[in-house]
């Protein structure tokens, strides 16, 4: 079965310091990996996501992610965050084996403080 | 970018009655369709999948005959809360996805149903 893990249910970094949220992954097959973002009351936003090819994915608002195989990672980074970054972010995976389903991650809180 | 809208946004109802929530893919044909069920704090979990045109798969623990889902046509999938009760309270998340392959899947912004 696939499952995600973010080991961090909340993270703090200071405006304008680097920035990662992590996220472990588990699949039988090929995964396809997503991030997404969730501000108060509202849906999610797509980020990125790692389906093939190069392993260091560029996304929105300056995020990217890094897939690591070996590792079985998908860590979320900015190299310089903002105040208005604060949110809830979501990793999730697709793995083809199990049909079109995603499986989301617990969440974690990003905190960016002045 | 492909938009998915929900009505309403929020709802407040009273335990006994049943409300229905709609989720619109505004400018694409959403083969799938999704619903999720947001507890405060916690993640998102699938409540049910539909095809149009077929009946909803249900995830286990789900129950059918309280969460109705219909998927209608290609734009739009309704969600029915039937005889809704306080536990119902929640955050509801529709997602949309058109076409095959590892496609990300568009969200609705989602509605906060409160039973009193």
């Known amino acids: 079965a696939q499952s995600v893990a973010q080991p961090e249910d909340q993270v703090n970094v200071a405006e304008g310091n680097p920035l990662t949220v992590k996220c472990t992954y588990s699949?039988?097959?090929?995964?396809?990996l997503f991030w997404y973002v969730q501000y108060p009351n509202r849906g999610l936003q797509f980020l990125l996501k790692y389906i093939t090819g190069d392993n260091l994915v560029k996304g929105s608002y300056g995020f990217e992610a890094e897939f690591n195989k070996s590792q079985t990672s998908f860590h979320l980074k900015k190299p310089s965050a903002l105040v208005s970054d604060s949110a809830l972010y979501f990793c999730a995976v697709r793995d083809d084996n199990y049909g079109q389903n995603f499986v989301f991650g617990p969440g974690t809180r990003l905190s960016v403080l002045p | 970018g492909a938009v998915v809208s929900q009505h309403p946004s929020w709802v407040i109802c009273k335990s006994g009655t049943s409300v229905k929530i709609e989720c619109r893919s505004l400018d694409f044909q959403a083969t799938t369709m999704f619903w999720y069920r947001q507890f405060p704090k916690q993640s998102l979990m699938l409540m049910a999948t539909?095809?149009?045109?077929?009946?909803?798969?249900?995830e286990q623990g789900v129950e059918k005959d309280k969460f109705l889902i219909n998927h209608a046509s290609l734009t739009l999938s309704t969600l029915t809360v039937t005889s809704a009760h306080p536990e119902d309270s929640s955050f509801y998340i529709c997602?949309?996805?058109?076409?095959?392959?590892?496609?990300?899947?568009?969200f609705g912004p989602g509605t906060r149903l409160t039973v009193t």
């Open positions: 699949v039988s097959g090929n995964p396809y």
């Open positions: 539909s095809n149009e045109g077929s009946k909803a798969t249900y």
């Open positions: 997602s949309a996805r058109g076409g095959q392959g590892p496609y990300e899947q568009y």
